[in-house]
């Protein structure tokens, strides 16, 4: 049996397979869902791992998760990051996610989701700001995290994505160092996800899921935020994915 | 012989009554009869009804009206603000239209500089309701009660004895005891009835503008309830919410829709729509029927007050009685006193009541469906 646990995110599509043979692979999104959702079984199938009825058990989640149209479940992304980070912490825990549109905070206690905190309406605190900032600068998010590390942080105060990007460009028009506008693109980002986060909840164990997850410069930036340490998840990226696997392992009220 | 229409159809029904009653109130303005528009749970329908007037809810719930209505008002206020004000400016509302009198109270911040405006095209009477349940609080709220009264009658020249008002609070309590047996129906479980069909029956009866036969009306729909489920039903045991916080109805359903959707039931309001407005009756006995009044009235738990104890009594006591599993507070965007008591709202639950417990911003836009069900859905998940 394979338990396939597949995260359409909006910027990147997360695949897990446990069981028989255990696979993760990581796909973009791209504009339509659907379509990366097709990817994705050809790409199982290429694998020889069967979707077919009584072989496979597939979960999807993420915000794309309806698409999913051979999935025997739909969990949404907190219950699924929520497991994968469990699995991830090894314990209780906290989980900050970033990801690509929407940025989540949950508390794991005994295991299961206690509670958790969405970002709303908004996209700064997200992957979205960093990517949008990124492309203004005119490098890309590895080259931004390299940059931040050496630069001093140059405060931006808009939180609105569209406003803090022309405070951007009023920075590079009066000749701020590029190292030093990265910088203050990184702390306003680790700045609006710790304002998410209810410090009073903070168990020992707070990890960072996401596509940032295995970013050391931003998992100190975050830590240094909230006052706590922050660890940070090699595979973290696979937090919802994972996540999703495993209850369709684990769920029979599910009826899958 | 007279047609017996199933529950489905009774409570499509009452889900249409604000629709149906616009004729209903113009039969009325056509009679002679007063129309009172207000806003606000806090308003004391027994001294309308005692002067053989009626009262109808303008609170809006659809944001057809909120950009005219930001032309005057800041867009960071309150939906069902923006959207009252609109509709009565840009005369939509057959109610606000028919309305000989509109009557708001100084309850949140936001409502009460928004009558300022509206009495520029309306007749605006607002009464001060105080901001603490206190002795002095009380005592002003009853002279509250004998001034309204006095311009009424001035207004109207019609004359309000007390007792008229004293009959108007019997008619009103039995309306009350009525609504309640019929929300009562919902401590079973599984419940006899889904969370939104009680809910259009609640939002339905504020609509009928004869409160007298609004118990005959609602004990036959209970019997109904409760013949339906003795012959067994099919409804299947679920995951119990509650839903507290700001009044909700119109485009706000959307919420309820998403919770039922996503397998959980709502089993009650502790909101305005609901028990709220519902729960306390008037004191028959008290000979001072201003006074009683008062103090039912200013017993009502809304954020609006402070301290708010009554609410955290009334939560509780519902989350008992309804085997409630989780809370979700609905807060209307740029509510600020319900938002700032969320937090405090979320500790007794949390705590006290050791129930999981999740708050929603939303307005009257169906732009956060999609976010609102990812929360609502994870949030089910948990239970």
């Known amino acids: 049996m394979y338990y396939v646990g597949i995260d359409i995110g909006s910027t990147a599509s997360k695949v897990v397979v446990l069981g028989e043979k255990e696979e993760a692979f990581v796909l973009p999104t791209g504009w339509n869902s659907k379509e990366t959702a097709g990817l994705i079984k050809k790409r199982l199938q290429g694998a020889a791992i069967s979707l077919a009825e009584g072989k496979a058990k597939v979960v999807a989640t993420g915000y794309g998760r309806v698409a999913v149209d051979y999935a025997d479940a739909i969990i949404t992304e907190i219950t699924c990051h929520g497991r994968g980070g469990f699995e991830l912490a090894g314990a209780d825990c906290a989980i900050i996610d970033v990801g690509g549109q929407d940025t989540k905070f949950i508390v794991i206690e005994n295991g299961v989701v206690g509670d958790f905190v969405m970002n709303d309406k908004c996209s700064a605190g997200t992957g979205k700001f960093l990517e949008v900032m990124a492309n203004r600068l005119g490098i890309t998010f590895e080259e931004l995290f390299a940059l931040a590390e050496g630069g001093e942080v140059l405060p931006i105060s808009s939180l609105c994505t569209v406003f803090a990007e022309s405070e951007i460009i009023n920075h590079i028009g009066n000749g701020k160092k590029r190292e030093d506008i990265a910088a203050g693109i990184v702390d306003s980002v680790a700045g609006k996800v710790s304002q998410l986060v209810r410090s009073a909840q903070l168990p020992e164990k707070v990890i960072l899921t996401g596509g940032l997850s295995d970013n050391e410069y931003f998992v100190q930036c975050l830590g240094a935020k909230l006052e706590h340490k922050v660890q940070a998840t090699e595979k973290g990226r696979y937090a919802g994915a994972l996540g999703a696997a495993l209850l369709a392992k684990e769920k029979k009220r599910l009826g899958i | ?383």
Do not use: W
Request: hydrophobic share 35%; charged share 30%.
């Open chain 2, 1 to 383: 012989m007279e047609l017996v229409k199933d529950l489905p159809e009774v409570f499509e029904e009452f889900a249409e009554q604000r629709k149906n009653s616009f004729l209903a109130v113009k039969e009325l303005k056509d009679q002679g009869v007063p129309v009172i528009g207000v806003y606000c749970t806090y308003f004391p329908q027994e001294i309308v009804m005692a002067m053989g007037a009626a009262t109808v809810s303008l609170c809006s719930t659809s944001d057809e009206t909120v950009a005219a209505a930001e032309k005057t008002l800041p867009k960071n206020l309150c939906p069902l603000i923006k959207s009252s004000y609109g509709f009565g400016e840009t005369d939509k509302c057959p109610y606000f239209y028919f309305s000989d009198l509109v009557v708001g109270e100084t309850t949140c911040d936001g409502k009460k500089k928004m009558y300022e405006y509206m009495a520029d095209f309306k007749p605006v009477y607002v009464m001060e309701l105080p901001n603490r349940q206190s002795e002095m609080g009380l005592k002003l709220f009853r002279e509250e009660m004998i001034r309204f009264k006095e311009y009424l009658e001035k207004m109207f020249n019609r004359e309000i004895t007390e007792d008229a008002i004293r009959d108007a609070i019997k008619t009103n309590n039995a309306a009350r005891r009525a609504l309640r047996g019929l929300y009562e129906v919902m401590r079973s479980d599984p419940t006899p009835i889904s969370g939104h069909d009680l809910f259009k029956v609640l939002y339905g009866s504020t609509f009928k503008f004869d409160r007298a036969k609004i118990p005959a009306e609602i004990d036959e729909v209970v019997q109904q309830i409760k013949d339906d489920e003795a012959k067994g039903n099919e409804r299947k045991s679920k995951p119990r919410i509650l839903i507290t916080g700001c009044p909700i109805g119109g485009a706000t359903e959307k919420v309820i829709k998403i919770i039922e959707d996503r397998g959980a039931v709502v089993v009650t309001y502790e909101n305005c729509t609901g028990a709220k407005a519902i729960d306390k009756l008037v004191d028959e006995e008290e000979e001072d029927v201003y006074l009683a009044l008062a103090k039912r009235y200013l017993e009502i738990g809304c954020s609006v007050m402070t301290p708010n104890p009554h609410r955290y009594e009334l939560l509780g006591r519902l989350i008992d009685e309804y085997q409630v599993e989780g809370v979700v507070e609905v807060i209307l965007q740029a509510c600020h006193t319900y938002n700032v008591e969320s937090g405090k709202v979320r500790d007794f639950v949390k705590n006290e009541k050791n129930i999981p417990y999740i708050s929603v911003e939303t307005d009257y836009s169906s732009a956060d469906v999609g976010q609102l069900d990812t929360r609502l859905s994870a949030f089910i998940e948990m239970l």
